[in-house]
């Protein structure tokens, strides 16, 4: 049940972190380029899913699994890691010719401006993205309930996030550092006043005029 839900997920600021933001958003872009859509078909997870279907092959999951604040660094750095997975049955002869092309067609989708603009847009603080490039062809996959081995692709690629950036996108939305998952009323001590002052006029503020006041602000 949490592979579906997370499999299912909708990116958030104010809920994911930026790690995990930027994979699942990676994720959303490389199946929206027609080229990749076409190989992996909408396989393409934004975690380490373990519990691959044979009939989802070729298969390919976006993920990080760690990123360091360094210091009193506004910055902080990571890894992520693309897994590309191939179906046990492509023969010896093919999978090296599939997973070269494949692994460096990857290569410079990450080193396309456009793409990289694109991901600056949707990611607040991305600083970098895959100037550290690195590519294993000696790895295999087997999942949960299929003992037979899969080629796979490893790609790791760095990022740089800042986090000034990243943080003030939360204050331009509502929230704070502080409050981050929670709209703030900036004006509350302004409300409270009003509604104090009311208070003291009537006696108290009827239900309609509390929410009268709410839904002006």
Known sequence: MVSEKLDNATPSLFLDGPGEFLAMQLAAQINLEPHFNEIFQGSVFDYQREDISYRELPALRIYTLDYTKEQESHYINGDVHADVIFPPN????????????????????????????????????????????????????????????????????????????????????????????????????????????????????????????????
């Open 90 to 217: 492509i023969r010896r002869e093919n999978i090296e010719t599939l997973s070269s092309r494949i692994a460096s067609a990857l290569l410079q989708q990450f080193r396309r401006p456009p793409f990289f603009a694109t991901m600056c847009d949707l990611v607040p603080g991305l600083n970098e993205l895959g100037k550290v490039f690195n590519i294993n062809k000696s790895m295999v996959f087997q999942n949960t309930e299929q003992t037979d081995e899969c080629p796979v692709v490893k790609i790791t690629l760095n990022f740089r996030l800042d986090l000034k950036v990243w943080d003030q996108y939360l204050i331009d939305n509502g929230r704070t550092k502080d409050d981050p998952f929670d709209v703030t009323l900036k004006n509350l001590k302004i409300i409270a006043g009003i509604i104090q002052a009311i208070r003291e006029e009537v006696g108290e503020v009827p239900q309609d005029i509390q929410l009268g006041i709410l839904d002006k602000v």
